[in-house]
């Protein structure tokens, strides 16, 4: 179970080992530079100790060598640990496209989970070793956290948008779950388990959730019960409003110019306040669900958007590098960020 | 050596020269100003002393068993908001600060003395309302304030705390500006810039930053009020807001303030290296520009507060990049001052061990602040107690460590009498010891996966706070000591010489206690910052006549 390293929490996931790995070589460094200098001044600190009062030595004015020495060496270590955590914060960072996704809600002080089969749990979240799994996470009320020590990550989950995380467990086991965020009187009591299975365990599992929809079949009853079809049509495929199909991560031409990619918290903006991003040729008729439906209802609707189909020139046909100016490669984070730009125009 | 070659001083110091309650509330001399800070910045950093332990103690045991989980989060945001906004932020320079900028460029006051007392009076309001607050009935947002809990959620006395933050931000202003007036119109003759004290320097360029950062925090105060009071939409999502907007704006300022209380601890620990090795600062120029490099590119690096806050991926790489170029300056320090000891006449008194104690506790602080400005492993132990542990070692064991040191190597000038040498040195080796034990174990924890501001944990992490606790009695007991003799010797103690340690600043060079107008006459400055003079020569030069 433990590594033979005391206190290092266990590793479990892919990536787990090579953040270690760089936090070894940061120990290392940070441990050789406290023993030098620590080392040279008590060195100096002895040999140079004060032998009489009266004594007053030499002034030595300085050395522009030595300066440059001690600027360009730390400057150079430094710049390996950013070009290595960069590198692996990239990976962190950017879910592989054939990811299973779970989708997370938080709320003052409990953890709900929603699998794509329709299983649901409460703080405790159940995934297959050697799947790759995406998070895509919201919050009801504050800002929270997911933090999975064993698979040494962690994302805010922020309410008003979606964020994501994603991780492959390398072994089974059970894992603390802990909120990372400070989110009110219950904060250290809002945690879980993280429970790591052998795929076929995982998929009995899984089929024991017999009952319960999927959460893109829950959304599709919602999408009529709440009037939608009525505008976008039954099966998404448009009218008075934009068409759904083949709208999840498509380039979408706004009113307001530039084009935005439809990613999960562009969905989900546009239900709770359509008034933000209006397509271009359509009029800003929508009413705002804000308050009509909640955050689990949201994850359905998304789901069942994006069950509509996705555009096909997606990125990150596997392989595919990571590039700026072609969608997001930085899912989590980037994809936020126009939405919550445009919102307080808005207003 | 105590024949009489100087010239007995004036009965008459800045301490006795007037009487009564009055003197001192209506006081315009800086270094009055300076001990009513003294005393009520010595007074919170109790109170949020108090609250340290009380943190410790509910840590010993895993489940939450000292305080209920509401209390406890009021505790732990107490003691963050007592000690940055009343105790660190001010505590260098508005006391060693203000006493001392007049007095080591050769001037007789601030450049606004009024000014400098209206600034203390609106600190002292600023923090009763904030006491207020906490008695009413306290406030659990942790000191950062963080939306749409802080702005909706939370039932606590947020408004109130928040506008005592905001009028003590005032206070820093003025006390930034005064020292920025100061600096450039009030140097003695001779006295140029490259002749200044490296206090001086480090001193000027943290009111750069508490002139620029501070309307930035106030600004974000006002906000956050807005959208709690009026429910005006600015950060909470429910009425349009972005959470993550009052997190960039927090940081604006809340980073940059990290170096308005490490800058003039720095400048303080760049006086005892050099005074108590007489030498003087290897590479002084390198020094004192790397104070203004930092005051600079610490405006540049908020966003590794954010790694794993949904920032986009690129503003986390130009953050992670800009924030390792933040270090480099402050390496550049380090080495230099190591350097200044070599060749050296090094003495072991009080203030040199809380010196050199600063460079130890500095480059454990500096080098562990390179963890978290490496992105992935960051996002690991992003919220987690190494954080805590981090923080910690720049705060306390960077600016209390060089506000003790400069307390007791200013001390006799302060206050005209000499502190308890022994008991001096063991109270330094009391808090090396009892800091190293409180903050070392929380490094491991927070890489062990044990997140910050947890009232209750699993058990695996039990041992280390054990450790934890342990360290922080024995930091308590070695923050006693010294309040106690100091205030002991205040009555009792050694009259101090003008010159106890023979040195060549301006400072010695008047009696101790300095008269009200600091000098006789004005000094004219024909000599180098550090320029040790024989020690025979140190006592005649005491004043100048």
């Not at chain 1, 892919?14 to 060195?43: M, N, P, Q, W």
């Not at chain 1, 749990?121 to 996470?137: D, T």
């Not at chain 1, 979408?252 to 546009?270: F, K, N, W």
């Not at chain 2, 620029?212 to 006002?222: D, N, R, S, Y």
Request: glycine share 10%; proline share 7%.
């Amino acid at each position: 179970m433990q590594t033979w390293v005391p206190f290092i929490p266990e590793s479990a996931s892919t990536v787990s080992g090579r953040v270690d790995a760089l936090y070894f070589y940061l120990s290392g460094v940070t441990v050789f530079f406290a023993l030098l200098i620590g080392g040279v001044v008590t060195f100096f600190v002895i040999r140079y100790r004060r032998r009489s009062p009266y004594e007053v030595p030499r002034p030595i004015a300085g050395s522009h060598a030595l300066e440059t020495v001690w600027s360009v060496i730390p400057f150079v270590i430094a710049m390996s640990f950013f070009v290595w955590g960069a590198r692996l914060y990239f990976i962190q960072y950017r879910p592989p496209q054939d990811a299973q996704e779970i989708y997370v809600v938080g709320k003052q002080w409990m953890w709900k989970f929603q699998h794509s089969t329709g299983q649901r749990e409460i703080n405790e979240l159940h995934v297959p070793v050697g799947r790759k799994i995406k998070l895509i996470m919201t919050s009801e009320d504050v800002i929270h956290d997911v933090f999975i020590p064993a698979f040494r990550i962690k994302t805010d989950v922020v309410p008003g948008r979606y964020s994501s995380q994603w991780f492959e467990a390398t072994r089974p086991g059970r894992f603390h779950l802990f909120c990372a965020e400070y989110c009110g009187m219950n904060h250290s009591g809002m945690g879980g388990w993280v429970i790591v299975m052998e795929p076929k365990d995982y998929d009995i599992w899984l089929s024991g959730a017999s009952g319960s929809q999927s959460p893109a079949t829950a959304g599709q009853q919602l999408f009529q019960t709440l009037g939608c079809a009525s505008c976008h049509g039954s099966n998404g495929e448009g009218g008075r409003g934009p068409a759904l199909q083949g709208l999840f991560n498509s380039q979408v031409q706004l009113t307001s110019g530039g084009p935005v990619r439809a990613d999960e918290s562009y969905l989900r903006e546009s239900i709770v306040n359509p008034q933000a991003k209006i397509v271009a040729g359509y009029g800003p008729i929508m009413p705002t669900f804000q308050g009509v439906v909640t955050e689990e209802q949201l994850v359905q609707l998304v789901a069942f958007v994006k069950s509509l189909g996705s555009n096909a020139a997606a990125p990150g046909s596997p392989g595919s590098a990571p590039n700026a100016s072609q969608s997001s490669p930085a899912p989590a984070a980037a994809g936020p960020k126009p939405a919550a730009a445009a919102t307080p125009k808005a207003k | 050596m105590e024949e009489f070659k100087v010239p007995p001083p004036s009965r008459i110091n800045y301490l006795n020269a007037e009487y009564g309650l009055k003197s001192w509330l209506l006081t315009r001399d800086h270094k009055r100003i300076a001990l009513l800070y003294l005393g009520s910045v010595t007074f919170f950093f109790g109170v949020g002393g108090i609250y340290a332990l009380m943190i410790r103690l509910e840590l010993l045991t895993p489940q939450g068993d000292l305080f209920t989980s509401a209390t406890y989060n009021k505790v732990f945001t107490q003691h963050g908001i007592m000690m940055i906004f009343f105790f660190l932020i001010p505590a260098i320079p508005a006391t060693l600060g203000n006493f001392l900028v007049p007095m080591m460029i050769g001037a007789k006051d601030l450049a606004f003395p009024r000014i400098n007392l209206l600034s203390w009076y609106i600190y002292l309001l600023g923090a009763i309302i904030t006491v207020y607050a906490l008695l009413a009935g306290g406030v659990d947002t942790g000191w950062t304030f963080y939306v749409p809990y802080s702005s909706t959620f939370s039932n606590t006395y947020v408004i109130a705390t928040g506008l005592g933050i905001f009028i003590s931000g005032f206070s820093s202003i003025l006390t930034g500006l005064n020292f920025i007036v100061t600096i450039h119109t009030m140097r003695a003759p001779g006295m140029t810039w490259f002749r200044l004290p490296l206090f001086i320097w480090s001193h000027y360029a943290t009111a750069l930053i508490m002139i620029l950062g501070t309307p930035v925090v106030a600004i974000t105060i006002v906000l956050l009020a807005f959208e709690r009071l009026a429910r005006v939409g600015i950060f909470d999502p429910a009425l349009g807001g972005d959470p993550v907007l009052f997190q960039h704006l927090f940081w604006f300022y809340s980073h940059p303030a990290v170096y308005i209380m490490v800058l003039p601890s720095m400048g303080v620990v760049s006086e005892l290296i050099a005074n108590f090795s007489r030498k003087n600062v290897f590479g002084y120029s390198f020094v004192a520009f790397s104070s203004l490099a930092i005051a600079v590119f610490g405006f540049l690096v908020w966003g590794h507060h954010l790694f794993v806050a949904t920032q986009s991926v690129y503003a986390g790489m130009i953050f992670s990049f800009l924030s390792f170029a933040v270090a480099i300056p402050s390496a550049i320090k380090v080495f230099n001052w190591t350097a200044t000891l070599y060749k050296g006449s090094i003495s072991y008194d009080t203030p040199m061990l809380y010196g050199l104690g600063f460079i130890g506790l500095f480059t454990v602080g500096g080098m562990t602040g390179l963890f978290l400005a490496s992105l992935a492993v960051d996002v690991h132990l992003s919220d987690t107690y190494f954080v805590v542990a981090h923080f910690h070692y720049i705060m306390v064991g960077g600016t209390l460590m060089g506000y003790l040191g400069g307390l007791h190597y200013w001390w006799p000038k302060i206050s005209g009498r000499m502190y308890p040498e022994g008991w001096g040195r063991f109270a330094a080796l009391v808090v090396f010891v009892g800091f190293n034990l409180t903050f070392l174990p929380q490094f491991v924890a927070g890489y062990y996966g044990m997140p910050r501001r947890y009232h209750a944990y699993p058990p695996e992490f039990q041992v280390l706070n054990v450790l934890s606790t342990a360290g922080a009695s024995i930091l308590g007991v070695g923050m006693l000591i010294p309040i106690i003799y100091l205030i002991w010797s205040m009555r009792y103690g050694e009259r101090a010489p003008a010159n106890p340690w023979h040195l060549p600043g301006l400072e010695w060079r008047t009696q101790s206690p300095p008269l009200t107008e600091n000098f006789p006459e004005t000094p004219v400055v024909t000599w180098e910052a550090y320029q040790f003079a024989p020690v025979e020569e140190t006592e005649t030069m005491g004043l100048l006549r």
